[in-house]
């Protein structure tokens, strides 16, 4: 009776300015605003803050989508944080830290007010107890390869080390040595990823299997946390809400008292509820209205480059994909300015290539794939398909939220157009399109990353041979031998030469085609402060401040 009379107010407000009347599902969501400014339950202390998708999980060594990182960020701290404007390493759990000459040792020395939300001691044994299940196979985590870096690791995981072998280890309580196999430049930027976050053992015991990948520890009354703030709530398809944690670092009084996340795949939805002061940040903003937002500096836009590439992918052992000659064909056929231009972006974001420039220092200047419409159809006669004649059925294969259908749609007509051929557009929820990725159940596939650290390799490395990510199912020795020897490299120079050699050997073989390089793009409200741009979308909510005089 409650949720139903605040809906009716809502449905109300909307079509009198004009709105068209939302679904249910996104009025359930939108609901919560309402009763909160109609009921004071704190609306002036809450950060409320779009995702694009549900969570598929609130587990750190589980995760892998942008949606669930959002959230732990706030739930979880590692060894060091980032500075928002720099990216550069700050204390977290660790509040100081030594480096050995030759950079392979690490000594972390651990703050003495680390606390977990049920108030035990943060201890460095957390963090070994984190790498042990992250490295083990059974939980077969997507993020393992993070810790590859780490003496052994990898053999461990692979069964060819015992444990003790591994480069991490806990020297006491407040002390944690972890050894690496190689020189990493961006091993802080990766300390501050969820993967690496300690994990309170006893918690996850008590729920089920240590390495079960249906434990379902991670869960409101369930889950043991070391951020600045605890899970309280998780409403499938409506909301997750936590709330400051009372033993973080003897009290916090900066910040949002709650922060709440609402999963809205629907992106003018979202929009209206930001419009409706429902929302204070959104996750997205439609390509349609881009260009009338940056006209208006009240709008609340923030627009910046961010770290990540968008690209089809190819699944190369399904036929006729599994010929280069197609795939380059494909690729070609694709008039990149004409797609930027559709979804309102920037021609410079035009991607011929993976890596975004400047990734850690890095810039790719080797042969990239542009628009060709003449070689595109003569690729495709060398394959066998002259003006398609004869070309197998293929469908491209995406999820529901963002502008994936408007691309289809677009590279669909492009193909048609220049080779001659139809292909099938599928649409899939989030979970569903996950699990067909994983699969291999499609010919092609909505791809993209946003880099986890700043680093050539968080892009490069999903396509080895062996990488749990690297849907393609593409393989190439060269190319695993040139990340192999960028690894082993100690001069930064030939590292990148390295690096060079594998990028070129992927955009020759074409197991994805790329299409444009990401930008973040959020609406804040003009009551937040402390909402700081940068490459890698990272935030910490604790440094966020709400203007109550500003409520929408």
Known sequence: MEIGGCLCRLKRRFLSAGWLFLPIGCLLLLASGCKGRSEGDGIATTLRVGIAVEPNTLDPQRMI????????????????????????????????????????????????????????????????????????????????????????????????????????????????????????????SLLAHPAWSPILRSCIEACGGWERWDNDWARPGKLVSNGPYRLVEWRIGDRVVMEKNPFYRNGMEAGPERVVFFPIANQQTEQNAFVGGELDVTSTVPADILDALRDKP????????????????????RPPLDNIHVRRALALAIDRKKLCQLLHRDGRFVAGHLVPRGTGGYVYDGKEVLWDPKMARQELAIAGYPNGVGLPPMGITFNTSGQHRLIAQAVQE???????????????????FLFTRRSGNFFIARGGWMGDYNDPTTFLGLFCGDAPNNFSRWQDGNFDQSMLAAEMARDGEERLGHIAAAEECLIGAMPIIPLYFETHKHRVARRVHGWQPNLLDYHLYQNVRLDSEKLP
């Open 298 to 317: 009240e709008s609340g836009l923030q627009e910046t480059e961010a770290l990540g590439s968008f690209y089809y992918l190819c699944n190369c052992t």
């Open 414 to 432: 492009m193909w048609r157009d220049v080779l001659g051929i139809a292909v099938e557009l599928n649409c899939e929820d989030w979970k569903s």
């Open 65 to 188: 989508d942008f949606s669930p990182i959002f959230v732990a960020r706030g739930l979880f701290e590692g060894l060091v944080i980032l500075d928002e404007n720099t990216l550069e390493p700050l204390p977290g759990v660790a509040d100081r830290w030594e480096i050995s000459p030759n950079g392979l040792v690490y000594r972390f020395h651990l703050r003495a007010d680390g606390r977990w939300s049920n108030g035990q001691t943060v201890v460095a044994e957390d963090f070994v107890q984190a790498a042990q299940r992250i490295l083990s196979p059974g939980l077969a985590s997507p993020t393992v390869d993070l810790y590859y870096g780490v003496a052994n690791a990898r053999a461990f995981y692979e069964g060819h080390v015992p444990w003790e072998k591994v480069g991490i280890r806990a020297l006491s309580d407040d002390f944690l040595e972890i050894t690496l196999e190689r020189p990493m430049p961006y091993f802080f």
